[in-house]
């Protein structure tokens, strides 16, 4: 599923737009004991309670692909004869679900998940007329054509008791302590099934979501597909990056080295929104090693990058730029400093060695403000500093 794609489904879960006659739930204990069932129609629901419920599965369609969304492919194999594919198409049959495969699937899916604290699994069937534009005849009128995309989402959330508050109560006509309540936050993983490729289904694959960028679930993926999610974290991709950088390069990596690789990814990340193109960047390891080459390290000292790559993440491995540099973040550390710089804006920073002492410099542009006052720099110690190269 590309970006478009995504949106499009996102968006059908809306109070204008949605075709859910229900959701299901399961509330579940630590243990993993289920400790209730429900299912609430949202036809007799309150406007606010139900657009609580829609903003939950709209979450598990937000976030950055190959970040917090990821596609999940089956194999033929998997579709003809494979049990988890199997039952993934049972639930989605029919106007509800299956009651006896949901609760069978909903335990599975909490014993893979080891909450540590309650959590609250909820499952809602929306059906989609996907409508279509298409020429006829030489004449060239135009016609519509409709296919009802099913499908369902399931959402893992946790359980948090709010704080205790003071709170108006009216038959004392005062405010008093008020315990606090169990409220269901937002979901930590969840997947729609079947996907929505080329705006129609899509039976050979689902839609994973993940709040955290570093855990891929190996052991509820397996339950909920009957296969672990053939993924690199973005987490994983970020520290596998650097750990390549420090591996091939060394004590070539220099600061210019560092802030023009950052340059270059965040140019392509740029060139790649305004293209408007919606499938995800991905860059490959030929990619990221013209990128290093580019930041100014020659290419006869770039020999052993490929194995350093293979070695950290995959000879193979794609990765994402947007979870290695973030064109919007450029923050430099010392261990009693940190420097946040706008975007566009590194060209301001620079390194120098005087006198034997390490130095950050700044250029000053636009004036200096210290605690909320404007100050004026002046000379100190009769120390000069070269100018700093804009492009160095």
């Known amino acids: 599923m590309n970006d478009k794609e995504i949106a499009e489904i996102k968006r059908a879960y809306s109070e204008k737009r949605q075709a859910v006659r229900s959701v299901t739930g399961y509330y579940i204990a630590e243990n993993g004991e ?47 004869d494979g049990e988890a594919h199997r039952r993934l198409m049972a639930l989605r049959a029919g106007e509800g679900f299956d009651d006896e495969i ?50 369902f989402t399931a959402a893992l959330c946790p359980v948090r008791q709010t704080n205790p508050a003071l709170a108006y109560n009216a038959e004392e006509k005062a405010f008093t302590r008020f315990g606090g309540i169990n409220s269901i936050a937002p979901p930590e993983i969840g997947f729609t099934f079947p996907a929505f490729d080329n705006r129609q289904t899509n039976i050979y694959s689902a839609l994973f979501y993940t709040r955290s960028t570093g855990e891929a679930y190996e052991e509820f993926t397996n339950a909920a597909f009957g296969a672990s999610l053939p993924i690199v974290t973005a987490k994983a991709q970020d520290d596998g990056f650097k750990a390549t950088l420090v591996d091939a390069l060394g004590e070539e990596l220099s600061f ?96 120098r060695v005087i006198n034997g002492q390490k130095y950050v410099l700044i250029r000053a542009e636009g004036g200096v403000e210290l605690n909320g006052l404007n100050v004026r720099i002046d000379g100190e110690d009769g120390m000069e500093i070269p100018e700093l190269d804009e492009n160095p």
């Open 102 to 151: 949901l609760d069978g699937f909903a335990g599975q899916l909490a014993a893979a998940f080891h909450p540590e604290s309650p959590i609250v699994l909820l499952f809602a069937k929306n059906h989609y007329d996907v409508l279509r534009r298409s020429k006829n005849g030489s004449d060239g009128e135009e016609s519509e054509s409709s296919e009802v995309y099913t499908y």
């Open 34 to 80: 289920v400790i209730t069932k429900f299912e609430r129609s949202l036809g007799l629901m309150g406007e606010e309670e139900s657009e609580k419920y829609l903003s939950i599965f709209r979450k598990t369609l937000s976030g950055a692909q190959h970040k917090n969304l990821f596609d999940f492919p089956f194999s033929t194999k998997d579709v003809t």
């Open 256 to 351: 210019a080295v560092a802030k023009n690789l950052h340059r270059q990814i965040a140019d392509r990340i740029e060139i790649h929104k305004e293209s408007r193109d919606p499938e995800p960047l991905v860059m490959s390891q030929g990619e990221l090693r013209e990128c290093v080459e580019a930041a100014g390290i020659p290419a006869e000292e770039l020999s052993d990058f490929a194995e350093k790559y293979a070695e950290n993440l995959g000879a193979n491995a794609e990765i994402s730029p947007k979870n290695v540099v973030d064109p919007k973040k450029f923050v430099l550390k010392t261990p009693d400093v940190t420097i946040r710089v706008a975007p566009g804006k590194e060209g301001l920073i620079g390194t």
